[in-house]
């Protein structure tokens, strides 16, 4: 199921929230199934073969729990750790990097092996990482005593199920296990409402926006003009961080319904100074895990420089391939990490330079290597930046205006300046979401300082109501003559 | 605080709740894509949007008789159909529409219309090498809440801004200013939108961009795609409904579609394709088969057309008359015959005489 849905606004989020508190008034353990069924309903909505997957990995990782806590020596609580990350990476890679790696070896010894097509589950990066390090804190002794029902709820919880953050146990079940949480809570109701509001505008209004132009962009990149490259770099820069942040926003909004505070996945990343500052930034989840489970394992910085460098760049290569089956994923990740290391290198030097400019050319560096990261091959991204400086000036083409051309504004001008207003309201929106990266609060500022005004309540109405109502639009067939 | 939460949780759902219902009520009740109910007397309609009133029309309306099937057909006169044949039509045309996509169409213009005694229906020789799954448009691209009887996924209708602003609105703007419903003669008629002639046709035929395919015969897998698309496309929905009368004909493209293909070096195979889509359709007791080719004076008349296929309502309005009496029908007896004469017609007509010195411009009769 997707948060910017109908039935999930409508009927699914209504009868969560609803029938989870009315249930915890019977008894808390019904509300916990409920949500637990609810999630997984969630889950399986779209593909219901999809919760075979996850109800094993959650099955076999609880299983490893009991295990783990039932050894009696350190010997034995490896094993069993070892044989538990074993299993959920050996889960994770079959469905991930199957095809990735057959095509590679293709690649190198020439052969023509066939691609097995497995369909990747939904969320599978995100729920196996959250068991991985749910595993190694009970090997860490660090695990409390979760009954399987909390224990699977934590990993179902459907707020970030599907696409983040990745919440450590400590985070969540203190929190879902408190019995004061177990009542509504007027003040995180609307506050969760609030930031729930505001993330689903960021996706629907924004980022999708952005999205309906950059799709065809990077298929037509090769005749795109100049023009056309500058918009599809910064474009996809925004939509990313519109689309992936507002469903963080989401999340962290439905979770607070529920009296959950998730933990914040983005601070504001473009407002980085530096690359180091950018990745205290963007994925605080994702960085916290590898640097928990993955860098400080490894030494972290206690063993000497070069080992400090080389464990960044495992670090980053690793994430690198979390986000996709892809040379082009495990570039991206390779090359933040080479900046890191030369942020670490040349630090005092950087910590020299005014802010605003270190910031403007970590936005830029950043820009270029998300062109990395959404591009299907490397010749598609070398295209983009070669049509930046040969394309030519012209025109943005219907492709990019008419993602903006929106019917509501049309209606309102109804008419006047048609031919500049789709061109016009382009650079609007760009404008105005660079604006908004760069000089305002990000959501969870907002919500968390802002006051619950009646004008707060009705802005969050009328967002709301206008996202959904944007969740359909009518498209146009064009016929395509000779 | 607690009281300032509460207060907002109300008003946000509050404003929330009332502009959704707002809008969504006004759409329903307008409902510019007919899928409630027919038109309201109260109200003027546009009719302009056939993938997303076609549905609509076929549910909702009163007719007895249907005119399917492409852009060739969005020319067609039902108040001419109706005065001709003597009945109650509507007109259901999808430009770029595929021939699945119509019998789709028609499968649920007859799910829910008991009384359909006459179709008519073109098929389009472009479309020849067509499978039965073939459409233009991804699947995700059709407003499927429209296609179905089922009234939850009708939210994705009644809560759409861009259903709102574009089409419930301008019911209410013409209705405003006093304006009229469109007829069904007019929807999706095109006619006075483009220039005909040659001017026209030169517009979108570039003679000298047209290169051979390699493509000389008819392999076995596509003859095999070929029957699948009109069996499963055309003749079953026929051979289902024994009580009504299906007019299917191939559309007269002009002169300038042959010039086409043979520098596409792909005359034999569209030849012997257009015989055995017409060999699969002769013969079925309730299907009447009709092609136009023989009628030179109108195929080698630039002025009938707007490109190499799309000809004026003038042939549509003349297609029609043949229709009623049998003008061009082919049967089993005589298909072959009819495609030995039109084909030889075909290969042997001087093209080069159609265009100018240069090859490429297309001369004007007028002027020879």
């Not at chain 1, 109800?55 to 069993?80: D, E, G, H, M, Q």
Request: hydrophobic share 45%; proline share 4%.
């Amino acid at each position: 199921m997707l948060f910017n849905s109908y039935i999930f606004v409508l009927i699914f989020l209504p009868l969560c929230v609803g029938g989870y508190f009315f249930l915890n008034k019977i008894k808390p353990i019904f509300a916990s199934v409920f949500l637990l069924g609810m999630s997984l309903w969630f889950y399986g909505y779209f593909n219901p073969k999809y919760l075979l997957i996850i109800c094993i990995s959650i099955i076999l990782n609880y299983f490893a729990y009991i295990l783990i806590n039932k050894a009696n020596t350190v010997t034995r609580k490896k094993a069993v750790l070892v044989t538990a990350i074993t299993v959920n990476l050996l889960l994770f890679c079959w469905f991930k990097y199957m095809d990735f790696f057959i095509s590679n070896i293709n690649a190198v010894f020439k052969q023509n092996l066939p691609l097995l097509h497995i369909a990747l589950p939904l969320g599978i990066s995100f729920f196996t990482f959250q068991q991985l390090s749910f595993i190694i804190d009970a090997y860490r002794g660090e695990v409390g005593d979760y009954d399987y029902i909390t224990y699977a709820c934590y990993v179902a919880f459907f707020p970030q199920l599907v696409a983040g953050p990745i919440v450590s146990h400590s985070e969540f079940i203190p929190q879902f296990q408190n019995p004061d949480n177990k009542k509504p809570n007027v003040d995180n109701l609307a506050r969760g409402i609030n930031l729930f509001a505001l993330g689903l505008a960021k996706k629907v209004l924004i980022a999708d926006r952005f999205g309906a132009a950059i799709d065809s962009c990077f298929v037509l990149a090769p005749s795109m003009n100049a023009p056309s490259a500058l918009f599809t770099i910064i474009g996809y820069t925004l939509q990313l961080y519109f689309d992936f942040s507002g469903y963080c926003d989401m999340a962290l909004g439905i979770g607070r319904m529920f009296n959950i505070e998730l933990p914040a996945n983005f601070n504001s990343p473009y407002k980085a100074r530096d690359i180091a500052d950018f990745w205290k930034r963007w994925h605080l989840t994702l960085t916290r895990f590898f640097t928990r489970y993955v860098y400080i394992p490894l030494g972290g910085n206690r063993k000497g420089a070069v080992r400090t460098y080389v464990n960044i760049f495992i670090v980053f290569f690793l994430s690198g391939l979390w986000h996709g089956a892809n040379w082009t994923f495990v570039f991206w990740g390779v090359c933040h990490g080479i900046l890191l290391i030369l942020n670490r290198i040349f630090k005092k030097q950087i910590d020299k330079i005014p802010s605003i400019i270190s910031g403007f050319f970590t936005f830029i560096t950043v820009n270029i290597l998300w062109v990395f990261f959404r591009s299907p091959d490397f010749g598609t991204a070398f295209t983009v930046f070669k049509r930046l400086f040969t394309g030519g000036f012209g025109a943005l083409p219907d492709y990019i205006t008419e993602a903006f051309n929106l019917p509501e504004i049309n209606f309102i001008l109804r008419g006047s300046f048609a031919n500049i207003f789709p061109l016009a309201m382009t650079g609007v929106f760009v404008l105005l979401a660079l604006f908004i990266v760069f000089f305002t609060r990000n959501n969870c500022e907002t919500v968390a300082t802002k006051k619950m005004t009646v004008l707060r309540a009705v802005i969050t109405g009328i967002l709301l109501a206008w996202c959904v109502l944007s969740f359909e639009s009518v498209s146009s067939f064009l016929y395509f003559n000779f | 605080m607690k009281s300032v939460s509460k207060k907002f949780v109300i008003i946000t759902l509050s404003v929330f709740l009332v502009l959704i219902i707002a809008v969504g009520t006004l759409t329903a009740v307008i409902d510019p894509y007919f899928h409630f109910h027919a038109p309201l007397s109260v109200f003027r309609y546009p009719l302009n949007n056939e993938r997303y009133q076609n549905y609509g029309i076929a549910r909702n309306f009163d007719y007895n008789a249907v005119i399917a099937g492409t852009s060739m057909s969005e020319n067609f006169k039902p108040s001419e159909f109706d005065s001709l044949f003597n009945v109650k039509s509507v007109k259901l045309p999808f430009s770029g529409g595929s021939h699945l996509e119509v019998n789709e169409e028609l499968e649920f213009a007859f799910a829910h219309n008991d009384d359909i005694t006459c179709v008519i229906r073109n098929v389009d020789l472009f479309r020849a090498f067509d499978n039965k799954e073939s459409r233009d448009y991804p699947l995700d691209s059709y407003p499927t809440y429209l296609y179905d009887d089922n009234l939850l996924n009708d939210v994705g209708y009644i809560f759409n801004k861009e259903v709102f602003f574009k089409a419930t609105s301008s019911v209410i703007f013409r209705t405003l200013r006093g304006g009229q419903t469109d007829t069904l003669d007019s929807y999706m008629n095109w006619n006075s939108f483009y220039p005909f002639g040659p001017a026209g046709i030169q517009q979108n035929y570039h003679r000298d961009a047209v290169v051979p395919t390699g493509k000389t015969v008819i392999t076995d897998a596509e003859y095999e795609d070929i029957r699948g698309n009109i069996t499963e496309n055309i003749i079953k929905l026929a051979d289902e409904h024994p009580e009504t009368t299906f007019y299917i004909y191939v559309s007269p493209y002009s002169i300038y579609f042959f010039d086409y293909i043979k520098g596409l070096g792909e005359l034999d195979r569209y030849q012997n394709a257009e015989r055995f889509i017409l060999s699969l359709l002769v013969g079925h007791k309730n299907i009447r088969v009709f092609a136009f080719y023989t009628e030179k004076e109108i195929i080698c008349n630039p002025y009938n057309y707007r490109d190499v296929a799309h000809h004026s309502q003038d042939i549509n309005s003349q297609i029609l008359k043949w229709l009623k009496e049998g003008h061009d029908e082919l049967t089993a007896d005589n298909y072959e015959e009819y495609c030995d004469t039109v084909w030889d017609f075909f290969h042997n007509y001087d093209y080069d005489s159609l265009f100018a010195s240069d090859g490429v411009t297309i001369l004007d009769p007028a002027n020879k």
